[in-house]
């Protein structure tokens, strides 16, 4: 586990109110919307795609809310359809899953879990996932950075 604070950012941002099961086909119909906005609008992607998650519940049938974001470059007068957000920083606790999607969850989020309620650190209820290596929803190797939020 890292503790360490995320970056400022701009980003591109469409919400949903889902549960996990549902993240896959959000991320792919809502990744092609964003790719298209960026596009049309000339922006310049500026890191890697950002899933967020509030209260991310501990069972796949509990929905939650959740974020995807694209983030790019500050743009000069944008104008387009999807939201435009501010990313500031925060601090978080954060591990690196390298893998497939079939094991995130068993060996990318349930140690860091484990280990944040071992220490003194307090969960926020914000969570992120930073996909650094994306090779595709079947993928035998992802990289895919976990993050949750600290309040203290």
């Not at 980003?11 to 099961?21: E, F, G, H, N, V």
């Not at 969570?127 to 993050?147: F, L, M, T």
Request: with cysteine; proline share 7%.
């Amino acid at each position: 586990m890292q503790i360490k604070e995320t970056p400022d950012m701009w980003a591109l941002r469409l919400t949903k109110r889902l549960c996990i099961p549902e993240v896959k086909q959000a991320a792919q119909e809502c990744g092609r919307i964003i790719e298209n906005a960026i596009a049309s609008a000339d922006l310049t992607p500026s890191g890697p795609w950002l899933f967020i998650a509030q209260n991310l519940p501990k069972t796949g049938k509990m929905p939650f809310d959740w974020a995807i974001c694209r983030p790019i470059e500050r743009p000069n007068g944008y104008r387009g359809a999807i939201e435009l957000v501010h990313l500031e920083p925060i601090i978080v606790a954060s591990a690196v899953h390298q893998g497939s999607l079939r094991t995130l969850f068993t060996q990318g989020y349930a140690p860091l879990v484990a280990e944040i309620e071992r220490s003194r650190h307090v969960f926020s209820g914000e969570s992120r996932e930073v996909y650094h290596d994306w090779n595709g929803p079947g993928a035998a190797y992802q990289r895919i950075e976990i993050q949750f939020g600290l309040s203290r």
